[in-house]
């Protein structure tokens, strides 16, 4: 069975900065592309960044030049590095990999707490 283990969340004053990990484990043979995903109360779960097995990234308009998502393949982790955090940043984030085991499939974290208050 696979997991997802994400680490990192808390409370933080606008404009600080936290480090969000995700570490997949279990049995696997490929992890493919990964993603950082945030869910605020009453909202639908909105991607924040994606990287593929390439490196290759992308990231939603409003954290552009403030979070940087990266990979650790050695380790299975994924990070995202956040910066001039903003009270609307504030959500639970999800980590969310493809993997194979079987068969490909879609594996989510349990979610870990950022609040961006004063």
């Known amino acids: 069975q696979v997991q997802l283990v994400e680490a990192g969340g808390g409370l933080v004053q606008p404009g600080g900065s936290l480090r969000l990990s995700c570490v997949v484990s279990g049995t696997f043979s490929r992890i493919y592309g990964m993603g950082w995903y945030r869910q605020a109360p009453g909202k639908q779960r909105d991607l924040v960044a994606g990287?593929?097995?390439?490196?290759?990234?992308n990231y939603a308009d409003s954290v552009k030049g403030r979070f940087t998502i990266s990979r650790d393949n050695a380790k299975n982790t994924l990070f995202l590095h956040m910066n001039s955090l903003k009270p609307e940043d504030t959500a639970v984030y999800y980590c969310?990999?493809?993997?194979?085991?079987?068969?490909?499939?879609?594996?989510w974290g349990q979610g870990t707490q950022v609040t961006v208050s004063s």
């Open positions: 969310k990999a493809s993997i194979y085991s079987d068969y490909r499939k879609n594996i």
């Open positions: 990287i593929t097995s390439a490196d290759s990234t």
